[in-house]
């Protein structure tokens, strides 16, 4: 009930913003993001903290800094389509 309202509230603030996806690191950031998502009626993508041994063709890999971690950085892996 409470991760339902938080996507609720997520919707509220940004529905006049054009949002098309959303995109969360895996872990934490899942479940409010999958609320949102709901709410807006837009897909939600996952961005990995590692890089699969499955995965070769096609990523996007960026270094983003972790708040959880207080300034350890995560190299974050996204397929996408070519």
Not at 25 to 43: D, F, H, T
Not at 46 to 69: E, G, I, P, W
Request: proline fraction near 2%.
């Amino acid at each position: 009930m409470l991760m339902h309202e938080i996507g609720q509230e997520f919707a509220r603030l940004f529905k006049h913003d054009g949002i098309t996806k959303i995109i969360t690191i895996e872990s934490s950031g899942i479940a409010p993001a999958v609320m949102a998502g709901l709410a807006l009626q837009v897909p939600v993508v996952f961005a990995r903290k590692r890089q699969s041994l499955t995965l070769t063709d096609n990523l996007l890999t960026a270094s983003v800094y972790s708040f959880t971690k207080k300034s350890r950085k995560h190299d974050c892996c996204l397929k996408y389509a070519s």
